[in-house]
């Protein structure tokens, strides 16, 4: 199991410029995912609690933040 994070960004991102990536490959190990953003893939990453995120994903498909 490796510790880099492989980065991807959602089919839905149509390379619209406006997109986030995330790493799944790190919640096993590390119980976090991380995020950033992908037009400056060597900038900041913000790592997220697993439960947050999950939380999140789910208000977003909820449509909370509408």
């Known amino acids: ?3 880099e994070p ?3 960004k959602s089919s839905y991102s149509s390379n619209g410029g406006e997109c986030i990536e995330v ?3 790190l919640i096993a190990s590390h119980d976090v995912v991380p995020v950033r953003d992908s037009k400056n893939p060597t900038g900041p990453v913000l790592s997220v609690p697993t439960t947050a995120f999950a939380t999140f994903v789910t208000g977003v498909k909820a449509g909370e933040f509408n």
């Open 6 to 8: 492989r980065w991807y």
């Open 23 to 25: 790493a799944a490959n």
């Open 1 to 3: 199991m490796t510790n």
